[in-house]
């Protein structure tokens, strides 16, 4: 009896702990949005996140993206030469790509780079008193540290995303028409056909909430980093764990929500 | 004028300070002494408000800081400076960048003043031409001088010294020692330090506020302190394992 009531109580912990943190990232989520549109607007500390988020994932995201149109093509086509329906995999592509694996695979890429960049930097920053100094110096932490990380991670998640569609297209293609001979035409066509806008915008929509996810849950964890490396690293890793699966539960709600 | 009233703070169930009471004098230097976790870091955090007290008062100015919003409170933190015990460089900044910061971010000096002044701050910490240093590329005793550079660049009324000698050499513990005085008489400073070494102590105070237990046990001048019999200090001075102090 008593193991069963000590797991219930451990179980009970563990939800109030993370109701309790969710409480807190969201308090950070308003405080960012209180500090974002007071001036000055820091333009330089947005300008180097937008390029660190942005610029820097470039490489990784062009390489998960074609891969990626690349396997589904083979995929797909495996599955539709079944009942010789070849000609879409063009459309499954396209379409698995701008909803869903674009923006959730470039996301995951963007937290494995990033928002685990963004943990170790503000916890480092943490642990030798930069942070304090900051509040000494009469300069808000937010302002200055989580603010430009966030405005980057709504902007670039998307616009990277619109790299991964156009490259796993482009990866499909390949894979579809040059190597297992589909018709070129019909693969476009069919592209065409069934993709619409509405499907590109709202892979759009979850990659700029996964953008704000990751880099809010990155800046939270750094920013609250106790215990000098060790706690630098668990930080990390708690970021990169935590912002990845809020981003595949969330990815669901918004799905369910918008298509 | 800085003075805590009566000023509580636990950690848990840990006590750290028990009804603190202490009068910082104006233009003078007090040094705080006591043991290693003590707190002494905890009371320093509680004067610029990075800590608020559980109860009792810190009063700068005859200003509560711990009543005061984050706008007010930050008006309060332009009359200090502090110099972590680190540094607390910003190491994605060059030490130029470290010592501007303060002046880009509260007043709208131009460019070419800004400079000038964080030249001639460098040069009082005897360090010149090192404005496009990286943090990382300095020692620990130059590190120490830039981070009091930065802390004076907007010519406070308080600086706050967090252990400003632990892990340097007798030779760069003594200039900065030398560097404390002179800064303090230049600028005609408050000065608070925090320190465990015995012989800066005597140097750098006018004042000394031994902390123990959560509260302070002696204050006096170095003459008075030399002179006490209370135990702590006799203690904590000679470096006996023996005593009321318990060492493990």
């Known amino acids: 009896m008593d193991r069963v009531s000590a797991a219930v109580d451990n179980f009970g912990r563990s939800v109030l702990r993370n109701v309790e943190e969710m409480g807190k990232i969201l308090l950070l989520f308003l405080s960012v949005l209180s500090w974002m549109f007071r001036p000055p607007l820091k333009l330089r500390l947005i300008f180097k996140q937008l390029e660190f988020v942005g610029v820097k994932s470039i490489f990784v995201v062009i390489l998960t993206g074609t891969f990626t149109g690349m396997v589904m093509a083979l995929q797909g086509y495996y599955g539709f030469r079944m009942f010789s329906a070849e000609s879409l995999v063009g459309s499954t592509v396209a379409l698995g790509m701008t909803r869903e694996l674009g923006p959730v695979l470039t996301s995951l890429m963007v937290t494995a780079r990033a928002g685990s960049a963004m943990a170790a930097e503000l916890g480092t920053m943490r642990v030798t008193e930069q942070i304090d100094a900051l509040y000494v110096m009469a300069s808000n932490p937010v302002k200055h540290l989580i603010v430009p990380r966030v405005i980057a991670g709504v902007i670039m998640v998307p616009i990277l995303t619109i790299v991964s569609d156009f490259v796993g297209i482009i990866g499909g293609y390949f894979v579809g028409v040059i190597i297992l001979d589909i018709n070129a035409g019909a693969f476009v066509k069919n592209i065409t056909r069934y993709v619409e806008l509405d499907d590109i915008y709202n892979g759009l929509i979850k990659a700029a909430v996964f953008g704000l996810i990751l880099s809010l849950v990155g800046c939270y964890k750094g920013f609250n980093t106790t215990g000098g490396a060790e706690g630098v690293g668990r930080a990390t890793t708690e970021a990169v764990v935590l912002a990845s699966i809020s981003i595949l539960i969330s990815d669901y709600f918004l799905t369910a929500i918008m298509f | ?248």
């Open chain 2, 1 to 248: 004028m800085i003075r805590l009233i009566d000023v509580h703070k636990s950690f848990g169930k840990q006590k750290v300070l028990d009804g603190l009471n202490l009068e910082i004098e104006d233009g003078k230097t007090t040094v705080i002494i006591g043991k290693s976790g003590g707190g002494k870091s905890v009371l320093l955090k509680h004067i610029i408000g990075l800590l608020k007290p559980d109860s009792g008062k810190v009063l700068i100015d005859d200003v509560d800081i711990a009543k005061l919003n984050d706008k007010e409170l930050n008006e309060v933190r332009k009359k200090f400076g502090m110099l972590f015990q680190d540094a607390a460089l910003f190491d994605s900044m060059n030490v130029g960048e470290n010592v501007a910061f303060p002046l880009r971010e509260h007043t709208k000096k131009k460019e070419d003043e800004i400079e000038e002044i964080v030249r001639e701050r460098l040069k009082a910490v005897g360090l010149s031409g090192v404005e496009n240093k990286m943090p990382s590329e300095l020692s620990g005793g130059m590190r120490k001088r830039v981070g009091l550079a930065r802390a004076v660049a907007m010519l406070p009324q308080i600086v706050l010294f967090d252990e400003p000698t632990t892990g340097l050499d007798p030779i760069m513990t003594e200039a900065i020692n030398e560097l404390i005085i002179n800064t303090q008489k230049n600028f005609n400073l408050t000065c608070i330090v925090i320190s465990h070494d015995i012989q800066s102590i005597f140097e750098v105070g006018h004042k000394i506020a031994m902390l123990y237990d959560g509260k302070i046990v002696e204050y006096g001048t170095p003459e008075e302190i030399r002179k006490s019999y209370n135990p702590v200090l006799t203690q904590f001075l000679s470096g006996s394992l023996e005593g009321p102090i318990a060492v493990m």
